[in-house]
C-alpha cells in the first residue's frame, strides 16, 4: 500500500529486453535502508526491488516489468531517461498524507490541456469511459502515482470523461507533473474506496 505523497524522482538510466523488462533506476534513496523483495511505486506502479546498489555507492535500483504492466501502462513510460516519480510502501504508523493507494493502474488518461491558475496549474484529463463511474468532484484520484483531488468532472458524448486537477507549486516542483504537457499519457488508479463500491453495484444487478 502506498499513499500517494512522492519522496523522490527516479531516471530510468538502462533497459534489458530478458523474458521481463528489467529496469535500472537512479534514486536519492538510501539503499542500504531498501530490502531486495521490498515494493516501490514508480509513477503509480507497484514493482519489486529485485537488486540495489552495494552499500555506500550512488544509489539505484533494478525492478522487472511484465509485459502485462507494460500493457496497462502509459506509452513509452519505461524507456531510458524517463523520469518516475517513486514513493516507498506505507508502514504501519506512517501519516496517511494522501490517501490509500495499491500501485494497481486502472487506466490511462491523455492530458488535454494545461493552464495557470493563481501560482498553481489546472490540468485537464481525459480517462477511459471504464473509468467515468468512479470520478467524482472532491474525490481522490493518483495521476502517475501522486494523490490529488479531482476538482470538477465533465461526461462527453464519447463516453470518455474530462476532469481537471490543480497541481500547486510544490507538487510541481517535487513530482513530474509540473512538466505536464497537452497530449502526454498518464497512469491513472481510482480510489480504492470507490473501486469497491463500483463491484458490490454489479453484484446487485
Not at 535502508?33 to 509513477?43: F, Q, T
Request: with cysteine; aromatic share 4%.
Amino acid at each position: 500500500m502506498f499513499t500517494g505523497i512522492i519522496t523522490d524522482i527516479g531516471t530510468i538510466t538502462r533497459v534489458e529486453r530478458r523474458g521481463d523488462l528489467r529496469i535500472v533506476i537512479d534514486s536519492g534513496y538510501d539503499m542500504g535502508a531498501v530490502d531486495l523483495g521490498a515494493s516501490i511505486a514508480c509513477s503509480g506502479v507497484c514493482l519489486t526491488v529485485v537488486d540495489k546498489a552495494p552499500a555506500g555507492q550512488p544509489g539505484w535500483f533494478a525492478v522487472d516489468v511484465s509485459a502485462e504492466s507494460v500493457s496497462r501502462t502509459a506509452p513509452a513510460m519505461w524507456a531510458a531517461g524517463r523520469r518516475l516519480n517513486l514513493e516507498r510502501a506505507l508502514k504501519v504508523g506512517d501519516e496517511l498524507g494522501g490517501h490509500i493507494v495499491t500501485g494497481h493502474v486502472d487506466g490511462i488518461g491523455a492530458v488535454v490541456g494545461v493552464c495557470p491558475e493563481g501560482d498553481s496549474r489546472r490540468i485537464g484529463i481525459a480517462a477511459p469511459q471504464a473509468l467515468a463511474a468512479y470520478l467524482a468532484a472532491k474525490g481522490s484520484i493518483t495521476v502517475d502515482g501522486v494523490s490529488l483531488t479531482v476538482n470538477d468532472v465533465a461526461d462527453q458524448p464519447d463516453g470518455e470523461v474530462h476532469f481537471a486537477i490543480n497541481i500547486i507549486p510544490h507538487t510541481a516542483a517535487l513530482t513530474t507533473l509540473g512538466a505536464l504537457a497537452a497530449g502526454d499519457r498518464v497512469n491513472l488508479e481510482i480510489d480504492i474506496l470507490a473501486r469497491y463500491l463500483g463491484r458490490m453495484e454489479q453484484l446487485r444487478r
